[in-house]
T-cell receptor, first 108, second 115 residues
Framework: EDQVTQSPEALRLQEGESSSLNCSYT??????LFWYRQDPGKGPEFLFT???AGEEKEKERLKATLTKKESFLHITAPKPEDSATYLC?????????FGKGTRLSVIA | IAGITQAPTSQILAAGRRMTLRCTQD?????MYWYRQDLGLGLRLIHY???????GKGEVPDGYSVSRANTDDFPLTLASAVPSQTSVYFC??????????????FGPGTRLTVL
């Protein structure tokens, strides 16, 4: 069964305190990994797609990396506006299988 | 360009009533999807459509039906709502389905409460 597991479930950081979110997956034949950001009361907003192990992508304070079994979303010097739930997803038996997300809170 | 619009924004519904959630996209995407999002369970796929005229079942299809008469619209119908269908419903679309490069874009959601 295709599974996507995200950790931690929740993360509280001080402004400027860098950290990483993890997304591990068990699918056969990875066809990409997607990261989304979701703000309360809104739909998920696309951040990155990673296609192969070793690939990295950056956007402002976020950098996503991919290995053969997991992906990391690194947040460098976060700001309060980075507070959101971060979701990862992979194509599997259904078009996209989502993890349950990591709820990030950045405190000023 | 609006992207994806969903209606209504929120709804309170009596159990047993029929309800249709509307979804329209203006990106000319071939594929469309319906998800529900529940606390602790994440996003789960209900139904999807790879192209107009075709539909498929997702992870949690029971109690829901969809149709895809044209490219732009993908309504989700609850024939007889039950309290367990209380959730936030998201519609999404992608250029195609099955390709590693195709990103799904999401609408703003419909918050449905069934009493």
């Amino acid at each position: 069964e295709d599974q996507v597991t995200q950790s931690p479930e929740a993360l509280r950081l001080q402004e400027g305190e860098s950290s990483s979110l993890n997304c591990s997956y068990t699918v056969s034949g990875l066809r990409g990994l997607f990261w989304y950001r979701q703000d309360p009361g809104k739909g998920p907003e696309f951040l990155f797609t990673l296609y192969s192990a070793g690939e990295e992508k950056e956007k402002e304070r976020l950098k996503a990396t991919l290995t053969k079994k997991e992906s990391f979303l690194h947040i460098t010097a976060p700001k309060p506006e980075d507070s959101a739930t971060y979701l990862c997803a992979v194509p599997g038996n259904t078009p996209l299988v989502f993890g349950k997300g990591t709820r990030l809170s950045v405190i000023a | 360009i609006a992207g994806i619009t969903q209606a209504p924004t929120s709804q309170i519904l009596a159990a047993g009533r029929r309800m249709t959630l509307r979804c329209t996209q203006d990106m000319r995407h071939n594929a469309m999807y319906w998800y529900r999002q529940d606390l602790g369970l994440g996003l789960r796929l209900i139904h999807y459509s790879n192209t107009a005229g075709t539909t498929g079942k997702g992870e949690v299809p029971d109690g829901y039906s969809v149709s895809r008469a044209n490219t732009d619209d993908f309504p989700l119908t609850l024939a007889s709502a039950v309290p367990s269908q209380t959730s936030v419903y998201f519609c999404a679309s992608s250029r195609t389905s099955g390709s590693v490069t195709d990103t799904q874009y999401f609408g703003p959601g419909t918050r449905l409460t069934v009493l």
